[in-house]
């Protein structure tokens, strides 16, 4: 008989009773929509949310899958009903400075009602404006103006010409002014012929000539100033024409937002362009040439610059914001200024001013992915200077690296009153904390999210509600209480925890959902305990073809392990191979060989570097424990070799301390180890026990070797008792032990493994310092002692 205690069968596994339930379907369980078993951060957010001071973002931590992200949006969307709406932002034109747009504020809903203003009254203003121009009465007092120009130069030139010729002058009128031709004996005089005159002639007519420029150029001068004047009248006419055409049209608009003192002005910008630039609004010749046409296209509409970008709506909203922006890119962060294409030449206005997830969140909130965000560097700095200085500037990318600057608009910045929720994991949340020094400052709360809750009554009753919300929310067939006992015990089984349930949640839907395809496969009406059980293991299938094929060179004798007879030195260790999406347990051969020498323990992957930094630790452990047993007296002479047979892709961890150790005892002592047992676990340098992870997959990877091999009933595994309430195991190895066919062994110390290992006693020191002969440690002791004697008399 045994005399070792076994996990007792009902320790295996903690099943979730149907008869525990009140319901025998989900359809009458009312849905809950909010997040289960995670009270901390609910506290967090809630407080977050809560505090309205600047740097009280929040971070949401914690493992991929626990409805991180759901959580946030549906918190946050309710609290944001209640809130007030944001306000409207529009860009418009600055006619003071035309690359830098003026942004415009408005009560939620004015926004779209000022921009429909805008175009009515610039549909308006195009017919008006050209319609004042084409009148018979505008022409008529053009005319009129003219007249009075022709008139007053006709009567100058009299003049000069008059005094041209008491002079003796004759004048000619040219494109550039007036030439005036001496007369002699009442002809005029050619320049051959004024050479030809004496000297004193010439002298007495230059003279003359120089009195006659005189006066021409006082009236020429006289003459451009009425045309100046002439000018300034027609333009006069022109505005008061135009004034009473547009003036009207524009007050309208003014009277309606009198009360937007920043619309008022704009408005009032648009009719001093208007009457400062007539020309450019005056009906054009309907003939044009291909040349004035692309010389047309090119200049930009005239009346383009009235136009009213509604940069933020939130007329339709109902409260706050809530923004979730997938893909934080820094133009989606922060806005961007879009161009056009116009015959080869790119142009933009402030039409082509486009909002950013910062700009739609104002007023609100903001959640974002933490990792997308930091793939981009730069909306990673944007996003932490709009927080700082609380304004979105809208900049371009190349702008903020200094070089290729790209001339563009530059639009007036925004201020921004949000609050930002990053999600993320806590190694992400602790590289920013450390790193970043920016980040304390700016989210001030974190919410960490936990990866498992206790399983008791009150949660198991939350995650049939849990089930029944999507089962109406998506359509899914409802589970009947025996399939609800089902996902309850596939959740502990994802936990690793008998006394806890996994808040990984998505990993829990996608069982809901394939137990749903084959409730429909198996044309049945509710999803049942048969329906998931059935998606877990084709859950499992479809990624265990590397756990299949290892089972095969096992088979085949590949891959070298023992599970029947017993081997000096030799223990059969237990590792996990993880590919993310599947992890399964992987029994290897670990072997010691000891011999005399100074190097003490020597691990073969260590020194060959295919080693991490947790399984050197556990290795150095082993002399420690080696040193306090059989080293107060004599020294040490020993070298021991361990390797992880057929180990060709790295280890790491200590889970395999106490088997190394064990085979090192096993070696030293001579005692043969049985390989029908398996070991996992680690030691510390007291020759305690302690507990590791990945126990299930562990304990069924070994199981699936020695089934293939044909169970014996000597077959087992030993573990860490504190990981007894970690077991979850399959319902094949449940039923293997329950018949005697398999063993598990919960182990607290390397005494204890040590006799299950040989069927021989450790032994207890005795007062003189030595280990009873008989026992495994007096053995060892004999061995090191033997060692120590070697290698003194070596010295010696």
């Keep these: 008989m045994n005399r070792w205690p076994e996990v007792p069968v009902n320790k295996l596994y ?8 009140s ?32 740097g009280y973002n929040i971070f949401l931590a914690g493992l991929t899958g626990t409805g991180k992200l759901t959580y946030a949006q549906a918190v946050v969307q309710e609290l944001a009903k209640t809130q007030p709406l944001p306000r409207d932002w529009c860009y418009v034109y600055n006619f003071n400075r035309a690359s830098q747009p003026k942004a415009l504020s408005l009560p939620a809903g004015m926004g779209k009602e000022f921009c429909k ?58 494109n550039t002014g007036f030439v005036s031709l001496p007369l002699v004996n009442g002809e005029p005089v050619s320049e051959e012929e004024f050479e030809k005159l004496d000297e004193a002639t010439q002298l007495e007519i230059e003279e003359r000539s120089a009195e006659v420029q005189d006066k021409a150029t006082d009236i020429v001068c006289s003459i451009r100033k009425m045309e100046k004047q002439t000018q300034d009248k027609v333009r006069q006419l022109e505005a008061k024409i135009a004034l009473c055409a547009v003036g009207h049209l524009i007050a309208d608009v003014q009277a309606k937002y009198k009360e937007y003192p920043e619309v008022v002005q704009f408005l009032t910008g648009v009719q001093e362009d208007i009457l400062n630039n007539l020309d450019d609004f005056k009906p054009e010749d309907e003939e044009e040439g291909a040349l004035a046409i692309l010389a047309k296209k090119k200049h930009q509409d005239p009346y383009a610059k009235y136009n009213v970008n509604l940069f933020v709506d939130s007329g339709e909203a109902e409260g706050a914001p809530v923004i979730y922006e997938p893909n934080p890119t820094f133009a989606n962060l922060i806005g961007r200024v879009e161009y056009e294409n116009d015959l080869g030449s790119l142009s933009t206005d402030q039409t082509q001013i486009k909002a950013g997830a910062l700009h739609r969140a104002n007023g609100g909130y903001l959640i974002l992915q933490a990792k997308d965000v930091l793939a981009h560097p730069q909306a990673w700095e944007a996003l932490k200077r709009v927080l700082r200085t609380k304004e979105v500037r809208i900049e371009n990318p190349s702008d903020t690296q200094g070089a290729n600057v790209i001339a563009t608009l530059q639009p007036e910045p925004i201020p921004v009153d949000l609050k930002v929720i990053l999600t993320g994991s806590s190694e992400v949340y602790q590289a920013l904390y450390h790193y970043d020094e920016e980040f304390e400052k700016l989210f001030k709360i974190k919410a960490e999210f936990d990866d498992e809750m206790d399983r008791n009554r009150k949660n198991i009753q939350m995650m049939a509600a849990f089930i029944s919300a999507h089962c109406y929310r998506d359509g899914l067939r409802h589970f009947t209480n025996t399939g609800v006992a089902k996902v309850i015990e596939y959740s502990s089984r994802l936990a690793e925890d008998q006394e806890k349930l996994s808040t990984c949640f998505n990993d829990i839907v996608e069982i809901l959902y394939e137990a749903d395809a084959w409730a429909e496969i198996l044309s049945s009406k509710y999803i049942t305990a048969e329906h998931v059980v059935k998606a877990v293991e084709e859950k499992d ?45 992987k029994p290897t051969r670990i072997t010691a060989s000891t011999f005399v ?18 399984h050197d630790k556990g290795l150095l452990i082993l002399s420690g424990y080696l040193g306090a047993k059989f080293a107060q007296k004599t020294p040490l002479a020993l070298a021991a070799s361990l390797c992880f047979e057929q180990l060709y892709d790295g280890v790491d961890g200590d889970s ?15 005692l043969p180890v049985k390989q029908g047992l398996a070991v996992t676990g680690s030691v510390n340098q007291k020759g305690e026990i302690q507990p590791i992870g990945g126990v299930n997959q562990k304990i069924e990877g070994f199981f699936d070797t020695c089934k293939a091999r044909g169970l014996t009933g000597d077959q087992g595994v030993l573990i860490p008792h504190q990981n007894v309430v970690n077991l979850m195991l399959k319902r094949e190895v449940v039923e293997a032990v329950r018949k005697g066919l398999f063993r598990i062994y919960p182990v607290k110390s390397i005494h204890e493994g040590i006799e299950i290992l040989t ?20 053995l060892v002791q004999k061995k090191l002692k033997e060692f120590s004697d070697i290698m003194a008399a070596t010295c010696d």
């Design 597 to 614: 020498g100074e190097e003490g323990v020597i691990n073969i992957e260590r020194e060959t570097r295919m080693s991490g930094k947790v």
């Design 759 to 778: 069927g021989v006693p450790a032994g207890e020191i005795q007062a003189d310092g030595a280990y009873p002969d008989s026992t495994v440690n007096g």
């Design 656 to 670: 395999a301390s106490s088997t190394e150790l064990y085979a090192i005892l096993s070696s030293l002592s001579g």
């Design 117 to 174: 203003d805008a175009r009515e009254l610039v549909s308006a203003l195009k017919v008006e404006i050209p319609k004042a121009f084409e009148g018979d009465d505008i022409e008529r007092q053009k005319r009129e103006i003219l007249q009075e120009l022709e008139e007053g130069s006709e009567e100058l030139f009299s003049e000069l010409n008059a005094v041209a010729q008491e002079k003796g002058f004759v004048l000619k009128r040219t």
């Design 541 to 585: 299938r479809r990624s265990n073809l590397w756990e299949e094929k290892l089972g095969e060179h096992l088979a085949k004798g590949y891959i070298l392990l023992d599970t029947t007879g017993e081997k000096v030195g030799q223990v059969n260790g237990l590792t996990i191979l993880d590919f993310g999406d599947y992890a399964f347990g």
């Design 23 to 54: 319901f025998k379907t989900t359809e009458e369980v009312a849905p809950i929509d909010t997040i289960i078993g995670q009270n901390r951060a609910q506290k967090a957010v809630e407080f977050g949310l809560r505090i309205k001071k600047q």
């Design 14 to 21: 903690k099943a979730c009773s149907p008869r525990s339930f």
